[in-house]
């Protein structure tokens, strides 16, 4: 599996490389201290996977990968974990903190590895079980209409005894007759469940604090049952 670093700190990289030698599965392509000198490597080769620092002068790891013309899987390495929630949104496969123990490092490659042989293996099996995750809206029946809603204005739901409400952009949140479970199988992998109550959005998470969520100035408690599957989704 080919695979890039990108880090702007000479003892990171020499690390990582060390790291590399390690794993049989992984072929290091290259080592850049910088992210102009990596967008012109990754503009001609089209590696499996990158590893990059996020803050680093004039290019940051994530103007790297917004600015590639492909969508490539990509493991942030920063000293800061205040970046996790972006990471997420950007589909980050993993997000390692420094000073990465090798454990903590392997792990993240062994996933990465599971993620990009199962996509050149099954591609078209993936294609046809996950449609949902590629459609941008959802019909919900709301008294005596079905309401178009787009999948990105949720930021999160809320079950209540028979109803659930779901709470967009817009002023009013949305009721309908419907449970949790059934409505979160309609929705893409950027949701997951947190409480017995509440499904939420990564993408509109404002912060995480201890035992709760805030998106906007809505406090939404992490349940205890739902606590370890969350922190590992956002790699807190």
């Known amino acids: 599996m080919s695979c890039i670093i990108i880090d702007d700190e000479p003892l990171a990289l020499e690390l990582l490389e060390d790291f590399i030698s390690k794993i049989e599965f992984l072929d290091l392509i290259a080592s850049c201290s910088n992210g102009f000198e990596a967008t012109n490597i990754l503009r001609n080769n089209k590696v499996d996977l990158i590893f990059t620092d996020i803050e680093m002068p004039n290019f940051s790891g994530i103007d790297i990968i917004k600015s590639l013309d492909y969508n490539p899987h990509f493991i942030f390495t920063t000293a800061y974990s205040h970046y996790a929630v972006e990471g997420f949104n950007l589909n980050a496969i993993d997000y390692l903190v420094k000073p990465i123990p090798f454990h903590r490092f392997l792990k993240a490659a062994t996933r990465a590895q599971s993620i990009i042989n199962n996509e050149k293996q099954e591609p078209t099996v993936v294609n046809v079980e ?104 956002i790699d807190f």
Do not use: C, M
């Open 130 to 233: 996950k449609p949902a995750p590629e459609q941008d809206f959802i019909f919900v029946k709301s008294e005596y209409e079905n309401l178009k809603v787009n999948i990105n204005d949720i930021k999160y739901i809320e079950g209540l005894k028979d109803y659930i409400k779901i709470y967009t952009n817009k002023d009013k949140p949305i009721l309908t007759l419907n449970s949790l479970k059934n409505f979160e199988e309609k929705l893409s992998h950027n949701f997951i469940r947190v409480h017995k109550s509440y499904i939420v959005s990564l993408n509109h998470i404002h912060s995480v604090q201890r035992n709760r969520i805030i998106i906007d100035e809505k406090w939404i408690p992490i349940g205890v049952s739902y606590k370890t599957e969350f922190l590992k989704r």
